[in-house]
């Protein structure tokens, strides 16, 4: 088949790149001509793992092109995915800016019948709109007889694991007019290579599938602030979160997944989706008790690490340094937007203390966010991170960082603590090198 996908970012270029190796022709149009120009010549501007080989092979095979010219993909393509973003306003409802100008470029340039596919994750009511838009366009141009649909496949991904999940998903969901109607055959076509082995696709309509995406990010995102939460109390009551997680784990009603406290979520998903929610709560007039409290909650936690530190250091941190472990909102992946790791930064520079930080895969992004501050040292290895620090802080849980030369952080650090945002460390055995550990809910009593 013919696909065209409007937007190459963590969505869009993993979908193509999976859609690409089962062997249909995928074009893929940005607006961000720089990224179309370096991927024209086979660089992939993200990491996740296992996507440059697969965007190198099938590239080279020629079942994948990239574009700056939407009539290029338009015309390409019977198929077209929206995957381009969906940021937050300044109210937290979601920006549909760059999903309706898809809308809009796909109603002024279609010449034959489509099939306009939604993965950003949007309000409910959104495919409504951009049918709304295409049906405008083509007035205007006196093609009202020209057919279309609007279909809502919102996307599962996790990013550090998004190829691994686009191959094998849990679940592909269809949000469809006309429940076995042409479109849900080709869907069905379509993403049958992905589901072999055994049926994932669940038809709805449009508006539950819409729904389905926030409902899914909120009740993960309500999961980790609860766990928060507990560690809260766990730290003032001279409990230990870990053993509590293990102990309601084991129950399969809760679970084991998605119960770790930290020092927050963050990402380009679960602050964002949130928020919009609550958002579309409001303009229905309900109130989002729920949904505040998760939000509240979580823009706590991210404080959390930095209140630990003050706690040790006081107030002025000026004259400190703190290494950093971690950049990244999450192991696997390069994305730092909305990460933990930014906000303690943030606050540890206001209070005159500088940084020394390393991640595997993040060091670029934090340089094309952060520049050349001179409070700011981008260390070359986790090792190098820790020279001169007075404090080790880990963010985000790499699993490099897991089992450390303890003896070599003992000796590195000019006060023998380390700040753990993940609880990765065991307190006994760093203990046996004269280290202690203040995690998150360990009755650390900060
Ligand atoms: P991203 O910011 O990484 O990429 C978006 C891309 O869209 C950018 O390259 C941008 O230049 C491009 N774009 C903007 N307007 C365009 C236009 N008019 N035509 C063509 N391209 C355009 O975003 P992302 O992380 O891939 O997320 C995309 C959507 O998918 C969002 O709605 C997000 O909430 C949702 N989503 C993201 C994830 C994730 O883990 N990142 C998972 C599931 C769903």
New binding site residues.
């Given amino acids: 088949m013919q696909i065209a996908i409007?937007?190459?970012?963590?969505?869009?270029?993993?979908l193509a790149a999976t859609m690409s190796d089962v062997g249909q022709d995928v074009t893929c149009?940005?607006?961000?001509v720089e990224?179309i120009a370096g991927l024209k010549r086979g660089e992939v501007p993200?990491y996740e793992p296992g996507l440059e080989a697969l965007v190198r092979d099938n590239q080279a095979a020629g079942r994948l092109t990239f574009t700056t010219d939407?009539a290029v993909g338009v015309a390409s393509a019977s198929i077209i995915f929206i995957?381009?973003?969906?940021?937050p306003e300044e109210d937290g409802s979601?920006d549909l800016?760059?999903?309706l100008?898809?809308g809009e470029?796909v109603g002024t340039l279609m010449q034959e019948p489509k099939i306009i596919i939604n993965?950003?994750?949007?309000p409910v009511g959104t495919a409504d709109r951009v049918k709304a838009t295409v049906t405008a366009r083509l007035a205007e141009r006196g093609l009202t007889g020209l057919e279309f649909d609007v279909v809502s496949n919102?996307?599962?991904?996790?990013?550090g694991a998004?190829v691994a999940d686009c191959m094998k998903p849990d679940r592909i969901i269809l949000g469809v007019e006309t429940a076995g109607g042409r479109s849900e055959q080709l869907l069905r076509e379509l993403y049958g290579p992905f589901n072999r082995n055994h049926d994932k696709i669940l038809v709805m309509d449009v508006r539950s599938a819409e729904l389905t995406?926030y409902a899914a990010n909120c009740m993960l995102a309500a999961k980790i602030s609860f766990m928060n939460e507990m560690a809260h109390l766990a730290d003032k009551i001279g409990a230990d979160i870990e053993k509590v997680r293990l102990g309601i784990g084991s129950d399969p009603r809760i679970g084991y997944h998605f119960i770790y406290p930290g020092v927050g979520y963050g990402?380009?998903?679960f602050p964002?989706?949130v928020r919009a929610l609550i958002s579309t709560a409001r303009e229905h007039g309900i109130d989002p008790m729920v949904m505040e409290a998760v939000n509240n909650r979580n823009n706590h936690q991210k404080t959390l690490l930095f209140d630990k530190i003050r706690a040790r250091f006081g107030s002025d941190l000026r004259g400190r340094t703190f290494a950093l472990w971690g950049l990244s909102f999450k192991p696997n992946t390069d994305?730092i937007r909305e990460a933990p790791s930014r906000t303690l930064m943030e606050a540890l520079w206001a209070a005159g203390a500088h940084v020394r930080a390393y991640d595997p895969k993040a060091m670029k992004a934090c340089q094309e966010a952060y520049g050349d501050r001179p409070d700011l040292f981008l260390a070359q290895s986790q090792e190098q991170a820790l020279e001169g620090a007075d404090a080790l802080v880990l963010v985000t849980e790499w699993k490099s960082f897991r089992s450390p030369d303890m003896a070599e952080i003992a000796a590195k650090l000019k006060q023998p603590v380390i700040f753990d945002g993940r609880n990765i460390f065991d307190p006994a055995m760093a203990a046996g090198y004269g280290l202690e550990i203040v995690g998150i809910g360990r009755s650390s009593r900060m």
């Avoid at 149009?29 to 961000?32: A, F, I, K, L, P």
């Avoid at 993965?119 to 949007?122: A, P």
């Avoid at 919102?154 to 990013?159: N, R």
């Fill in positions: 409007f937007g190459t970012g963590y969505v869009g270029l993993v149009v940005d607006v961000d990224k993200i939407p995957a381009v973003g969906t940021p979601a800016r760059h999903v100008s898809v470029m993965k950003s994750t949007v919102p996307e599962f991904l996790k990013e998004a995406k990402g380009s998903c964002k989706d994305d």
